[in-house]
Nanobody, 119 residues
């Protein structure tokens, strides 16, 4: 069974930074895709950024130049993904979800972590 646990959300002032972490436990040794999505109140869930097993990345235009995604290992398996968020704006306020896709195309989601950007 695959579990994803996000951490690192919180309240930050505009222009500030946060670093989100996602720890994956379970049967996926090295996922095909690892990424972050977000959902603001009244809006659909949207892709923020994702990183493939080979290291290539993809991100939303709204976060280019501000957010950086990376992935790494802990305990031998490549099971961590991070999202460094800089120059945060109020419109970045949302619940951020970790997403992992395995090589069979199965998608897994974390429960989400709240990010609030407000003065």
């Amino acid at each position: 069974q695959v579990q994803l646990v996000e951490s690192g959300g919180g309240l930050v002032q505009p222009g500030g930074s946060l670093r989100l972490s996602c720890a994956q436990s379970g049967s996926i040794y090295s996922a095909y895709l690892m990424g972050w999505y977000r959902q603001a109140p009244g809006k659909q869930r949207e892709l923020v950024a994702r990183i493939a097993s080979g290291g290539s990345t993809d991100c939303a235009d709204s976060v280019k130049g501000r957010f950086t995604i990376s992935r790494g290992s802990r305990g031998g398996a490549e099971n961590m993904v991070w999202l460094q968020m800089n120059s945060l704006k109020p419109e970045d306020t949302a619940v951020y979800y970790c997403n992992v896709v395995d090589w069979s195309g199965n998608a897994y989601w974390g429960r989400g972590t709240q990010v609030t950007v407000s003065s």
